[in-house]
DNA sequence: TAGCACATGTAACTCGTTACATGATTTG
DNA sequence: CAAATCATGTAACGAGTTACATGTGCTA
């Protein structure tokens, strides 16, 4: 029974052997997009892991003041993290601080909340940029739109689509949020 | 500064008194579409923002075992959240449970993969029944959509908006997974 | 008479962030 | 030679969840 976090990092695991800090470089980007967690939760988590057998690690040469640590995801490493994929979930709390101040926005002044919100709205102009770039990459890399389910490439482009649908219905609602502050 | 609870808190006692049981009860609706607090978390805070002079409270008659107190926002706690509304912020991490999992779809079969989507899609259109609902009480309580951007039924009706939004968004996007989950 | 809504609070725990600590190799 | 990258770990703190605790009045 991993964490969450514990299976972000199996799920990182399961496409290569890869060491804690290029772990903790890949769940900045490109899971950041949906999960992330510092260096300082990692190297825990991945003891953590060791110790459940479903992850293990060989010591390689490396750069550190310590011992680099390559691992390696195990065959039970591999069905924990299938188990939790197919398991049923509750959807994660909600936490967005800008709906939080719109929802207080009739407090300050028109100005200020136009700032507020083309603030934001340049915030996912440019994560749509981002992303397009990523999806570029997939694309060249792979001769055009993965289709198949069950590879790493698919998931990849599939949650880059969901992030761009995202950002762009964010964006657009900062359009109309804008049109409204203009009125009124 | 009060934290991000403590200015969830303020927003909502800047549009009249409550109790701390019925702040609670709001933190779940409407504002648990976008943040989420526990009662226990909510009582400490309470505390914590009369300390600082943000709130003040009276006891008043009520049916606990305990004094029930409703609590007012103070000249400075209206101050404070609307200097807050109108500051620079970093964009709360997001936290995705659902993408983690679409992000390791490749470990597992057809079948299960179609039934963590399909339970998705369920749920979307259940929100989106829901946020239909509430925007139907606005617009019959205004006579229609508000457009008066210094209203807190202005504000409600914005978030309500981008929720509908989001969830749309999502809903369409479980559909092309969907579809894409049967070719392949 | 059982269960729910009211009504507030504390305690123990987990999760997550920020700061501290160390030190080699590569790049500008 | 200064700064970034590589590379791992611990400590202190703050945020958030779950469980414990108490007791009334109303409704099915």
Redesign the pocket.
């Known amino acids: 029974m991993a964490?969450?976090?514990g299976n972000a990092l199996l799920g990182l695991l399961a496409r290569g052997p890869q060491?804690?800090?290029?772990?903790?470089?890949r769940m900045k980007r490109p899971i950041g997009y949906f999960w992330?967690?510092?260096?300082?939760?990692i190297?825990?988590e991945?003891?953590a892991l060791e110790r459940d057998g479903l992850v293990s690690h060989r010591v390689i040469a490396?750069?550190?003041?310590?011992?680099?640590?390559?691992y390696r995801i195990t065959a039970a490493g591999r069905r924990a993290l299938a188990g939790w994929v197919a398991t049923a979930y509750e959807p994660s709390?909600p936490?967005d601080d800008f709906m939080l101040r719109v929802y207080s926005l009739w407090t300050v002044d028109r100005a200020a909340a136009r700032t507020l919100v083309e603030g934001a709205r340049v915030r996912h102009e440019e994560t749509i940029a981002e992303y397009l770039r990523q999806r570029a990459a997939i694309e060249v890399e792979y001769g055009g739109p993965p289709t198949e389910p069950d590879t790493p490439a698919f998931c990849d482009y599939a949650t880059l689509r969901r992030g761009l649908s995202y950002e762009r219905q964010a964006k657009s609602w900062c359009d109309w949020m804008l049109t409204a502050l203009d009125g009124g």
Chains 1, 2 share one sequence.
């Not at 992330?36 to 939760?41: E, G, M, V």
């Not at 490396?62 to 390559?70: A, C, I, L, V």
């Open positions: 964490s969450t976090l060491t804690g800090y290029e772990l903790s470089r992330t967690a510092s260096h300082s939760q190297y825990p991945l003891a490396g750069r550190g003041p310590r011992d680099t640590k390559r709390p936490k």
